[in-house]
């Protein structure tokens, strides 16, 4: 943890970071009851760095009586490539993404938990649209591979509680926010 507050930091000090920031919120997450937050910076006139952070809690069912609820915390850093941009790092990108993140399952008849880690790596793709009122939306869509790892896998209920979760990494977004920008570095649209 230490170490990500210094990265953090150290990107915060990067005095190209300060000219744009763009705060997000899934809202696609959101409406299946999770959340995930991320700011995004830009490191050069098409490129721009995303972290993020999301938590989620679901319950899954089975005819055979084993019912789990899991809860999830992950930690996303995504780098992105932005094609033509108009208004510093905006319109179609491609990219690659990375996850790491702690999974609790537990068994909703006997209380019994398991706890894993799960990392991913993939590769992104999207598009943002920004408002002249710094108001912003932006789809996106990846796939990776995922693998978990921790715990004891020849537990029976490690195997039922962790085994349901696939080495698929499948990410969709729809978001919402806000760019905070210093106008002097942003550049205007072109005029048609």
Known sequence: MRKLSCLLCCLMLFPGLRAQVDAKLNVGSALG???NVAAEFPLAAQSAVS???????AEYFESDNDDYRYRNYRLIPEYRYYFAPRAGFDRFFVGGYGKI???TGTDIWSDQ???????????LSGHKWIAPSGFLFELN????????FGGNPDDAVYTDVIGDLSSLDLRLGILLGWRFADRGHVRPEPSR
């Open 51 to 57: 972290i993020g952070a999301a938590y989620a809690s």
């Open 141 to 148: 869509a990846g796939l990776g591979r995922a693998v978990t």
């Open 113 to 123: 938990k398991i706890s894993a880690m799960r990392a991913a790596i993939g590769i």
């Open 101 to 103: 993140g702690h999974v």
């Open 33 to 35: 009851g999770a959340v």
